[in-house]
């Protein structure tokens, strides 16, 4: 892993050195936007709409738009806040741990102790195992200030970004207002039902099975022939000069004999697994 981020943790008078990374990853599979004609990529471009430019990334600025008016906020806007430029993650206040509502978390990063010697770093989460409490801490982090939770996770200390109080919405469905009668038999069966699925939860026992599948489905694509070269635009080719288009050519009557043969072979095949079965 590359950490994202060094700081340190200050509460008191103590100060922790740390690096943070991403404790989570993606593992969806990944896919390019492509012509259906013919294969070749989707790219979207930044183009603006005074000038018809194409713009780089490096001339593009932040803008707050309201009633009409416009403004521009620039890198050197952004550089110019203190809390942006805070390089601590500041211990607000040690709570329960029970007390932090699960729908406050947003994102998860790890702390690594980044210093010669890390007994502050242990420090710290041995103190925050015995106690049984959770810091809440500010941080900035990508040009944001963030408010966090830091607890201990095995022998790592873990710092989860919270949602601000007034980004959690309130859940109010008039069917709730309806008043139910529940009989203590229904109750009774309900909570045996419950009891005849209780386990310990054991994520590591579960798996995202449409990944899975969509996997073995680019795979047997992949074996049966569908799977071609990526097409890549030609500036030649725009142009309309001759050459490319015999390449072009060439290219789909390869494919095309290619793809033909590796169905031809996988037929038989079929037929036999068929039969088998």
């Excluded at 294969?39 to 979207?44: A, E, Q, T």
């Excluded at 550089?79 to 993650?89: A, F, M, N, T, Y």
């Amino acid at each position: 892993m590359r950490s994202i981020w060094k700081g340190s943790i200050a509460f008191g008078l103590v100060n922790v050195p740390v690096k943070l990374y991403a404790a989570t990853e993606d593992h969806d599979v990944s896919f390019h936007q492509v012509h259906d004609k013919d294969g070749g990529r989707i790219h979207y471009q930044r183009r603006c709409e005074v000038c018809g430019e194409v713009v780089d990334f490096e001339h593009i600025d932040k803008a707050y738009i309201e009633d009409d008016q416009m403004v521009v906020i620039t890198a050197e806007d952004f550089e110019s806040l203190p809390e942006g430029r805070s390089r601590e993650i500041e211990v607000v206040e040690f709570v329960p741990n029970d007390q932090v509502d699960p729908l406050l978390f947003d994102h998860s990063y790890y702390l690594e102790p980044d210093s010669t010697s890390p007994k502050a770093y242990t420090l710290l989460r041995r103190t925050l195992e015995k106690t049984d409490r959770t810091a809440i801490v500010h941080f900035a982090l990508r040009q944001k200030t963030r408010l966090g939770a830091l607890r201990v996770r095995g022998d790592v200390l873990v710092l989860q970004s919270l949602l601000w109080d007034d980004e959690l919405r309130e859940a109010h469905f008039p069917s709730l207002d309806e008043k139910v009668r529940i009989s203590a038999k229904e109750l009774e069966l309900s909570a045996a039902l419950v009891e005849s699925f209780a386990a310990d939860f054991s994520p590591e026992e579960f798996t995202d099975d449409y990944q899975r599948q969509l996997r073995e489905l680019i795979e047997e694509k992949m074996k049966h022939g569908d799977a071609v070269a990526p097409s890549r635009g030609d500036d030649s080719a725009s142009k309309g000069e001759s050459g490319a288009e015999v390449i072009d050519l060439m290219e789909a009557l390869r494919r095309s004999v290619e793809k033909n043969r590796a169905e031809a072979a996988a037929k038989p095949a079929t037929r036999r697994r068929t039969k088998k079965a």
